[in-house]
C-alpha cells in the first residue's frame, strides 16, 4: 500500500501497523530515509545494531551473492527476538536484473513465503513512479507499505532544530530560529550536523537562548552575500546597487554563472511564494516558506507583491539562456551577469518598484 500523506506517514512511524511486514522507503533527500529507517528499526526490534538480530544488505552484497537476501529473509533471529532485514538500495547505477530480484523478494516475503516474522526494510533513492519494479511492488502487496519521502518544509526543519537543540538544554528566540533555518542546506543529514554543531557552539546544558547577534560568530559571513544582495537589488528595481553587487562579487573571486544562479535562485524563491500565496498562504508566511534571509524579509514582501507569476514566468528564459551564454568557453560572463541584471531591474522598475 501506498503512504504519501503526512498524517498517514507519522501514524505509521509511531505506530506501524503490525499486518505490515515489509515497508520501502525511497526518496531524493537520503536524509529523510535513513531517519525514518533508523525510527523504524528502534520499534522493530531493542538492538537495531545487533548483527545476530539484523542482517544489513546493500546492494554490492547482492551482485556478489544472489541468494543473500532470500536466505536473510527465511532465516530466524539467534537471540529469539524480531528479525530485521534491512536493505540499502541506492540505485545510483540502475541494474534491471537486481531491482526485478528485489521487487521479488518483496512479494514474496509480503504473501508469507519467508520467514514471516522477519521484517523487511528498505531505503532507496529516488524512484520513478511508472517504471520503478521496487514501487509496484510494494505499492500492491497488502503487508507491504511504500512510503515517499519528501525533502523538509521549513517548518519540519524549523521543529528539528528546536528538538534537537533542547536536547541539549539550549535553545534559540523566534528570530534566530528563523535565520538558521533560514541558512540551514535542506538535505536532512547535513542539516542536523549543523545544529549539533551549533548545540556544542552554544554550550550543551547551559540553558542558553541564543538571539540572532549570538549566531554572528557562528554563522559568519552569509555565502556569496555580495551576489545574493545583487539580485535583490535587481529585483527591486535598483540597477545601480546591483551592478555595485555584481561588481564587488567579482572582485571576491566569483564567476559570471554564480551571479546568473543567484539571479535565479531569487526568483524561485519569488515564484515558490507567489505558488504558496495563490494557495492561500499569507505572504509573509510564504516567504518564511521559500527561505527568505530574516533581515531581507521586508524588501522581499515589497518585491512579492509588485510581481506576479506571469512576470516571472516571461523572464525564466533570459535567466536560462544567460546561465548557458555564461558557461560557453570564452563567454563576457561578467558582462552577462550585468545586461541580466540591467533587464531585471528594468522589468522591476515597469512594475512600480
Not at 137 to 158: F, H, S
Not at 167 to 188: I, M, Q, T, Y
Not at 240 to 247: F, I, P, S, V
Not at 285 to 310: C, D, I, Y
Request: charged fraction near 30%.
Amino acid at each position: 500500500m501506498l503512504l504519501n500523506r503526512r498524517p498517514d506517514v507519522e501514524r505509521f512511524l509511531r505506530a506501524p501497523d503490525p499486518a505490515i511486514r515489509c515497508v520501502l522507503l525511497f526518496g531524493r533527500d537520503s536524509g529523510v530515509v535513513r531517519d525514518r529507517a533508523n525510527a523504524l528499526a528502534r520499534l522493530v526490534t531493542e538492538r537495531p545494531d545487533d548483527p545476530f538480530d539484523v542482517a544489513l544488505i546493500t546492494e554490492r552484497d547482492l551482485d556478489s551473492d544472489g541468494a543473500r537476501l532470500e536466505n536473510e529473509l527465511s532465516s530466524q533471529s539467534l537471540m529469539g527476538g524480531r528479525r530485521l532485514v534491512r536493505l540499502r538500495y541506492g540505485g545510483d547505477r540502475p541494474n534491471a536484473n537486481l531491482e526485478k530480484s528485489v521487487a521479488e523478494a518483496i512479494t514474496a516475503h509480503a504473501a508469507g513465503q519467508y520467514n514471516p516474522d522477519a521484517y523487511f526494510l528498505i531505503e532507496a533513492g529516488d524512484l520513478p513512479a511508472r517504471s520503478s519494479a521496487l514501487r509496484k511492488a510494494a505499492e500492491a502487496a497488502k503487508a507491504a507499505a511504500c512510503i515517499p519521502c519528501y525533502e523538509d518544509e521549513t517548518g519540519d526543519v524549523a521543529r528539528m532544530v528546536r528538538e534537537t537543540l533542547a536536547k541539549d538544554h539550549v535553545s534559540l528566540n523566534p528570530d534566530a530560529l528563523g535565520l538558521f533555518v533560514a541558512r540551514l542546506p535542506r538535505e536532512r543529514g547535513v542539516a542536523r550536523q549543523e545544529i549539533e554543531r551549533l548545540a556544542l557552539f552554544l554550550g550543551p546544558g547551559s540553558g542558553a537562548t541564543a538571539a540572532p547577534a549570538d549566531l554572528e560568530p557562528f554563522l559568519g559571513v552569509e555565502p556569496e552575500a555580495s551576489l545574493a544582495d545583487a539580485a535583490n537589488d535587481a529585483f527591486g528595481g535598483r540597477l545601480a546597487e546591483a551592478q555595485a553587487g555584481l561588481r564587488r562579487a567579482a572582485q571576491e573571486g566569483e564567476a559570471g554563472p554564480a551571479a546568473v544562479r543567484a539571479i535565479g535562485i531569487h526568483l524561485g524563491r519569488l515564484r515558490r511564494t507567489l505558488t504558496l500565496v495563490k494557495a492561500g498562504a499569507g505572504v509573509a508566511e510564504a516567504a518564511k516558506s521559500a527561505g527568505v534571509f530574516w533581515k531581507n524579509e521586508r524588501e522581499f514582501l515589497r518585491q512579492a507583491r509588485a510581481w506576479s507569476l506571469a512576470e516571472l514566468d516571461r523572464l525564466q528564459p533570459q535567466v536560462l539562456d544567460a546561465d548557458r551564454t555564461c558557461k560557453q568557453t570564452g563567454s563576457p560572463d561578467h558582462l552577462i551577469a550585468e545586461r541580466l541584471a540591467l533587464s531585471v531591474a528594468g522589468r522591476a522598475k515597469r512594475l512600480g518598484l
